[in-house]
């Protein structure tokens, strides 16, 4: 994963993703502390105006038209969503956590401050997928779910597609409590000694593990996981736990 500059806005890309995209930092926008200041999540407390500013400023650094966005509210689901079309801005977002599409026209865009942001691209069918996976999506398998609806609706082949995971709370600091760490036992059965581990007596859940281990179980050929701590690294990405709530949310966007 690389770091980009450009009009002042700063954000990282993935070696193996050809298909244009970013994961945003907090770095370039107009918000004040404590959304300080690219913040694009409009629930958080920040003037909506400033966050609408924020969007455009980062679509405009990757050289994509603001209208050209579609978004969803995110739920901690596994749900999927299909753009067929920019969404009008007039329209009520959908709920979903996996966007897909395969139009050139569009722009998904997600919002994130722990949870993991997954891009993926098939470029042989000429299609790409954003979803946002929490622990709660993590378990309910939104890295499988995107790669089966990518099947099902594209025709993807799950070996030619290039899946990455980004900036996200790492294992050191996501502590979980015992209704979840039953949670995931239930799910990954032997495989739960790989994703949750020991510190200091505490359990912590690896995400970035866990949802490698998703994808690989889908069979996409391609995997990259950035390893980048929103919690570790505050000074570039907004953080819900590290922050106490108090913060914003990055943005991540692909489009063809």
């Not at 070696?15 to 404590?34: C, D, N, Q, W, Y």
Request: glycine share 8%; hydrophobic share 40%.
């Amino acid at each position: 994963m690389a770091f980009h500059s450009r009009d002042g806005i700063r954000f990282y890309q993935f070696e193996m993703l050809s298909a244009r995209h970013a994961v945003f930092t907090r770095h370039g926008g107009i918000s004040p502390k404590p959304w300080g200041s690219l913040n694009v999540g409009g629930t958080v407390g920040d003037d909506l105006e400033r966050v609408k500013k924020n969007r455009r400023l980062s679509f405009q650094a990757l050289g994509r038209a603001p209208e050209s966005i579609f978004d969803v509210w995110q739920i901690h689901s596994a749900d999927v969503v299909h753009a067929r079309a920019p969404r009008p801005e007039h329209e009520s977002l959908r709920q979903a956590d996996i966007i897909l599409t395969d139009q050139s026209n569009v722009t998904l865009f997600m919002r994130f401050a722990d949870c993991v942001p997954i891009l993926a691209h098939d470029p042989r069918k000429g299609v790409i997928g954003i979803a946002h996976s929490g622990w709660m999506g993590t378990i309910r398998d939104v890295a499988g779910s995107m790669v089966s609806a990518m099947k099902k609706e594209y025709n993807s082949n799950s070996a030619d597609i290039v899946a990455c995971v980004g900036p996200s709370i790492g294992p050191d600091h996501y502590e979980i409590g015992a209704d979840v760490i039953l949670q995931v036992m239930q799910k990954f059965g032997d495989d739960s000694d790989l994703v949750l581990n020991s510190i200091n007596g505490k359990i912590h859940f690896d995400l970035w593990k866990t949802n490698e281990i998703l994808l690989q179980r889908a069979g996409v050929g391609k995997i990259e996981v950035a390893g980048l701590c929103t919690a570790c690294h505050t000074e570039d990405w907004f953080s819900h736990r590290a922050e106490k709530a108090r913060t914003g949310r990055f943005g991540a966007l692909i489009a063809l």
